[in-house]
């Protein structure tokens, strides 16, 4: 009884022995490691490409020849197609290629060239509500599939160029080091290699391989390419040969299993990203950002002449520099501090130039003789004149303090050159020069508008003057022979000739005080 008892003991204990030994061996990590690698090898033993040998661990001649091919049929598009991932005017082919030829058309009456030929017959305001719908008109022509099908072939595009970007030249270097680069009429010794030499190489492949898949709609890819070179920068039924391979080792994973091998890594498993990018949106707002531009420097031109015209009928040139610390040339200076420095110089310029130049000259000899030889029907009119006619004196005297002060020496000046030095480190100081120039262009748009506005007063006021000289009788001023007595020059001439120069120094100014409110 106690002899078949421990038999029967024994018998267990051995059979649960067996059982944890399964389950241990299954548990131990180097052993599983180890049968996984196994498995790889035959495996790999039985594929159809052999590239590999797994006893000794090559990647051998064939697997070098399979990238050589590769590499002569991607060849010319790498040289094509080098800086066509950066190329605005490759993704603009991409989009435009795909619209229906009527929203072609409404890209086209959207270009500068178009813009402006228009803008040669219309008026700026017609021509920009124009655009507009024809902006809204171009954006029906983006609809949902359209949409998606553009951004499917800008990311097969992309999938295109990582893949003849990869370093083909370079893993096959490994196999013979006498060949030369894209020159297909060597022909190659390749050599078995160790696979750790190229294991890296692998992994770098099978990030761009599985982007490769044979349904694609290549021949439209390749139709906007051809286009853009103008020349194939593919053989197209090599490149469908090629697929084929591509197919076959990507179905076979023969690369994977090498790696895995080579590395002693059977659960390596390949990383890959694949493109995502939308460009249609960019496209569209770059398209209605460009139109715009264009009126907006149209406009900009039209004034720009505008402008240049009236400095040369009131200042007989467009130069007109009279300020000597209010300028551009010191704005260089702030530009280095991220700030927009003075803001009025031009209108402030032909201020000065015009106080300077005409009104203290001209004007005031005229002014001086109406309102002191001249007897006046009302004080109402004269005193108006007077007025504005002193408080542009005034101001002519304010704006050579101003521009003076902001001289290196000058009150202002100083403090602005101080502020400067000291903004690097100072935060305070850079909140003071910025208080210092806003005081500074507030005081000059001041200077602008108050001569405008007195100017203006002086202009109607000399109208006035002027329409009373033709009356018979007169009824503002009663002696006129007595002022043509005194006058230097041809009365009627003189006040017309400066009625004309404050009436266009003042639509001068209108260009600059209107952007100024």
Known sequence: MDEKSGS????????????????????????????????????????????????????????????????????????????????????????????????????????????????????????????????????????GDKVKEIDSTYNLLTCFLQFIHFDYYFL????????????????????SINAEYVSDDLKD????????????????????????????????????????????????????????HADSDPYFKPQYSEPNERIVEEYINKVKTQ??????????ERQNRKVDKLLKVVFGTTAVSRMKNYTEKENLKFAKKMLGGYTYIKPLNYVKAFLLDYFKRDIKVLIDLLLIRGKWSTNLMSQQLSESFHAVME???????????????????????????????????MVSLRKVLKETNEEALDIIQTTSQNLITIGKGLKQVLEDYDKKPHELIMNWKEIEQYSEKDVKENITEIYKKIYYFIQLMQYYVKKAK
């Open 8 to 143: 029967s003991t024994d018998s267990d204990s051995g059979f649960v022995q067996k059982v944890l030994s399964i389950f241990f061996r299954g548990m131990d990590p180097e052993r599983e490691k180890r049968r996984l690698l196994r498995d790889i090898a035959k495996d790999l033993k039985k594929k159809k490409y052999k590239f590999y040998k797994p006893s000794s661990g090559e990647a051998l001649p064939a697997l070098a020849k399979f990238f050589h091919d590769t590499y002569k049929v991607i060849g010319p598009a790498q040289v094509f197609l080098e800086h066509a991932q950066s190329s605005n005017v490759l993704k603009n082919m991409i989009i435009e290629t795909s619209l229906p030829k009527d929203v072609q058309a409404i890209r086209d009456e959207l270009s500068e060239e178009s813009i402006r030929a228009k803008a040669d017959s219309m008026d700026t305001k017609a021509l920009a509500n124009e655009l507009r719908e024809k902006m809204v008109s171009f954006f029906s022509g983006f609809k």
């Open 172 to 191: 096959l270097k490994k196999f013979d080091s006498n060949l030369p680069e894209r020159d297909f009429a060597y022909n190659p010794k390749f050599e």
């Open 205 to 260: 492949f099978l990030e761009v391989l599985p982007l490769i898949r044979k349904d694609a709609d290549w021949d439209h890819l390749f139709d906007i390419l051809q286009n853009y070179k103008e020349t194939e920068v593919i053989n197209r039924s090599a490149w469908k040969k090629l697929l084929r391979t591509l197919d076959g080792v990507t179905k076979e994973a023969v690369f994977e299993q090498i790696v895995r």
């Open 291 to 300: 139109s715009e531009m264009t009126v907006q420097k149209i406009l900009n």
């Open 395 to 429: 101001v002519s005297d304010q704006l050579l303090k101003f521009d003076d002060a902001l001289g290196e020496d000058g009150e202002r000046g100083a403090r602005i050159k101080t502020y400067m030095a000291r903004s690097e480190k100072d935060k305070n100081a």
